[in-house]
């Protein structure tokens, strides 16, 4: 008998505190995500990363975030942080974004003329594609969401879904787009970089019975 059930993965971004990660990880976040873009009130250096990353055991996937970095700048960070997969969330092009030896995600900012065929077709190699709402000046963390019926593709394509997920909105997000995964940032917030406990309990408790009506239907 064939079996489609998949289970919903949960990357939680933005963290800036090594309390906040080792609490993502005892809830059963995934992934997660750290920000090295100056511009962003979620920002952490090198330093900075590395306390977070002390309270990351394995078999967490660790997340490093960059936007319109230049290759010196990442192959730095990633000599200096352990980073298990890459995130490009500027106008990087694929050459840039495979070479540097890690697994990719490519994020799509998903304005009106965005074309998802044509975005994995452009990134081949990204192991994702990670749908973010537009906005013309902010790159991720906005807290604003976009259409879920734009995310929605054919099966064997793998989507994260981003962009105002909240603990209140995510189990209607899933029952519509149905992605591979979810990727909450502001959502779970109670300041800029600071994750709220309960927020971040409610967020995956919903993923939790999302999954658990899938897999008993």
Not at 30 to 51: H, K, M, N, Q, T
Not at 107 to 119: H, K, T
Not at 120 to 140: I, K, M, T, V
Not at 154 to 165: F, N, W, Y
Request: with cysteine.
């Amino acid at each position: 008998m064939a079996y489609h059930w998949q289970r919903t993965r949960v990357k939680i971004c933005g963290l800036t505190r090594p309390g906040d990660a080792e609490l993502a990880v005892a809830l059963g976040a995934d992934a997660i995500g750290l920000v090295f873009y100056a511009a962003s009130p979620r920002a952490v250096d090198v330093e900075g990363a590395r306390s977070i990353l002390a309270r990351v055991p394995p078999f967490v996937t660790v997340v490093g975030l960059f936007v319109n970095a230049a290759a010196s700048e990442v192959a730095h960070t990633m000599s200096q942080v352990r980073i298990d997969v890459l995130q490009f969330h500027g106008d990087e092009t694929p050459d840039f974004c495979a070479g540097f030896g890690r697994p990719y995600i490519k994020a799509v900012r998903m304005a009106p003329e965005v074309e998802l065929d044509a975005e994995f077709s452009r990134f081949p190699d990204a192991r994702a594609l990670l749908l973010d709402a537009y906005q013309a000046d902010a790159r991720g963390g906005t807290g604003h969401a976009f259409d879920w019926h734009r995310a929605v593709v054919a099966p064997g394509r793998r989507v994260i879904l981003a962009g105002g997920l909240t603990p209140a909105n995510v189990g209607a997000a899933l029952e519509l787009a149905r992605p591979y995964a979810v990727d909450v940032s502001s959502g779970v917030e109670r300041a800029k970089g600071v994750k709220d406990p309960a927020k971040t309990a409610q967020f995956l408790t919903e993923v939790y019975d999302f999954d658990h009506r899938q897999r008993s239907r």
